[in-house]
């Protein structure tokens, strides 16, 4: 079945410090990746649309400079929290869409990343 | 505009009998719609999903969600409840398409013994 990997599945950093968190479908070519933040005991929050080759769509009220996303490759987006603080801590998915063989199309998560900033 | 809710927050129920999770949908569109399940600090594991084929779709682990129209329901059903169902269940409506989600609020299922 179609594999999304998420690394780091854990991430610690220190304030002002930048983290990566890359989300790779493995067996399939994502023309779509998806970017969520989920708060404690919260719902998952989307946070951006980001299309192979093309920048990210984000939602309203987040901050584009903030969380960089890059999906250079079919196979391959990136999210970057840029001069991280504490209220960015949190749970990071992503989902990846890629159109299958069999017909219907396919929507997969990624396992989450634990951000914590010191 | 596309939303989903979850009608209960929490639901309680005893190992062995049956669970019931309702949502309720609301989409301009042929909507496609989702259960997943999310187990304390990990990622989301999808349960079942209808895309417009057969109205009652059977998932993993016994569950199973009838969707209604006339009802705008999606609610996801399990005859049986297993400590391991305790999770975070969440409704998830996408565009056809589109692939841009809705998520529910989540319903988070206790399972006593």
């Known amino acids: 079945g179609a594999v999304v990997s998420q690394h780091p599945s854990r991430v610690i950093c220190k304030s002002g410090t930048s983290v990566k968190i890359e989300c790779r479908s493995l067996?399939?070519?994502?023309?779509?990746m998806f970017w969520y933040r989920q708060f404690p005991k919260k719902s998952l929050m989307l946070m951006a649309t980001s299309n192979e080759g093309s920048k990210a769509t984000y939602e309203q009220g987040v901050e584009k400079d903030k969380f960089l996303i890059n999906h250079a490759s079919l196979t391959l987006s990136t999210l970057t929290v840029t001069s991280a603080h504490p209220e960015d801590s949190s749970f990071y998915i992503c989902?990846?869409?890629?159109?299958?063989?069999?017909?219907?199309?396919?929507?997969?998560f990624g396992a989450g990343s634990r951000l914590t900033v010191l | 505009a596309q939303s989903v809710t979850q009608l209960d927050s929490h639901v309680s129920v005893s190992e062995g009998t049956p669970v019931l999770l309702r949502c309720n949908y609301s989409?301009?569109?042929?909507?496609?719609l989702f259960w997943y399940v999310q187990h304390p600090n990990k990622g989301l594991q999808l349960l079942l999903k209808y895309t417009s084929a057969a109205t009652l779709v059977k998932g993993i682990n016994g569950f199973e969600a009838e969707f209604k129209k006339s009802e705008t329901s999606f609610h996801l059903t399990k005859p049986s409840a297993h400590m391991s169902d305790a999770a975070e269940y969440f409704c998830?409506?996408?565009?056809?398409?589109?692939?841009?989600?809705?998520f529910g609020a989540g319903t988070r299922l206790f399972v006593k013994a």
């Open positions: 998830v409506v996408t565009l056809t398409g589109g692939f841009k989600t809705i």
């Open positions: 989902s990846a869409h890629g159109s299958r063989s069999a017909g219907a199309n396919v929507l997969t």
């Open positions: 067996d399939f070519q994502a023309t779509t």
């Open positions: 989409s301009s569109y042929s909507p496609s």
